[in-house]
Nanobody
Framework: QLQLVESGGGLVQPGGSLRLSCAAS????????VGWFRQAPGKEREGVSY????????YYADSAKGRFTISRDNAKNTVYLQMNSLKPEDTAAYYC?????????????????????WGKGTQVTVSS
């Protein structure tokens, strides 16, 4: 059974850091482009970042640039999202998702939140 499982969310004060993990089971994540998304209450899901299969290409939404870093360890079948300088507006459920297509097609699907496999999410709350 193909599964993506996110972990690492929690409550953090403004300015703090969290590292989210996305672990795959039932398939090899190195065959997939992987993205992180988030959805706050009452808002649409938005793409935060994605990483290519070998990690050579990354993309960040403007809201994540300079603060978040995506990485992957294919030996551990895991993708990470390091989030620094967190703000209250980063509060959301964070999801990872995998895309099995070419990088160009996956980048388009990322923008439409139209990935092939999704995790169930992990909650991040930034509050004092």
């Amino acid at each position: 059974q193909l599964q993506l499982v996110e972990s690492g969310g929690g409550l953090v004060q403004p300015g703090g850091s969290l590292r989210l993990s996305c672990a795959a089971s039932g398939f090899s994540l190195d065959n997939y482009v992987v993205g992180w998304f988030r959805q706050a209450p009452g808002k649409e899901r938005e793409g935060v970042s994605y990483i290519s299969r070998r990690g050579r290409t990354t993309y960040y939404a403007d809201s994540a640039k300079g603060r978040f870093t995506i990485s992957r360890d294919n030996a551990k079948n895991t993708v990470y999202l390091q989030m620094n300088s967190l703000k209250p507006e980063d509060t959301a459920a964070y999801y990872c998702a995998a895309c099995a297509r070419s990088l160009i097609e996956c980048s388009g699907r990322f923008r439409n939140s139209d990935m092939d496999y999704w995790g169930k999410g992990t909650q991040v709350t930034v509050s004092s």
